[in-house]
């Protein structure tokens, strides 16, 4: 029963991963006194060297790294849904060290983005903070194709293990081929496929909770995935 639930929490993880990363994005949003710029112009950058950031973008800041935690654990709940995939394991393997290494480089931009907040209004100037944007834009952007091939073996491995509906797995492969593409186009292309993954890993959450309600529901036994 416990390993039941803890299954079933790593598939809500996705849910709570497209939820909390809203969430956050509308909150540091909302709440930043200096207009968001990917590639803010020298002028934009000299007001926010000059703007401490108020208490409500470290909570929109701290809203969006728990979504990377969680989708860390799904990725592990999604990998192991997997497993069965094939006898070498590989498309789980794939998975899994994808997903981790997307969720590693997500880390490393959010790195990067406290010390530009931490240091705004205490001695950051504005070239400091064109340096620590297109870092941090950099590390963001190089997180891409580890998810398109996180997603692409998830749905590759869904589709042959039936733990999502067929028009799931084709679904999953659409967004990770797109997302793949998109590192080529990160400004256009590329957004659009950050904005199809974070609407997909939700659905895959949900699609995971309900395959495992079922089966138990089924069979009377945990079946393993």
Known sequence: MFDRKLLALGALAGVAYGLFEVAG??????????????FPSAATAARAAATSMPVGVWVGFGIEVLATVALLAFVVRASAAVRAADAQGLIARSA??????????????????????????????????????????????MSWPAMGIFLGALAV????????????????????????????DPTNLGQLAQLLSLLYIPAAGVALVLRRTAASQATGVMIPA
């Open 96 to 141: 899994l060290v994808s997903g981790a290494i997307n969720v590693g480089l997500v880390f490393a931009s959010f790195g990067v983005m406290a010390a530009r907040y931490a240091g705004a209004g205490h001695g950051l100037d504005g070239q400091s903070v064109i340096t620590l944007a297109y870092l941090g834009w950099g590390g963001y952007v």
């Open 25 to 38: 994005v509308i909150v540091g949003g909302m709440s930043n006194p200096v207009q968001f710029d990917t």
């Open 157 to 184: 491995g869904t589709l042959r293990t039936h733990a999502f509906p067929a028009w799931l797995g084709w679904t999953g492969v659409a967004v990770a081929v797109i997302g793949l593409a998109g590192t080529l």
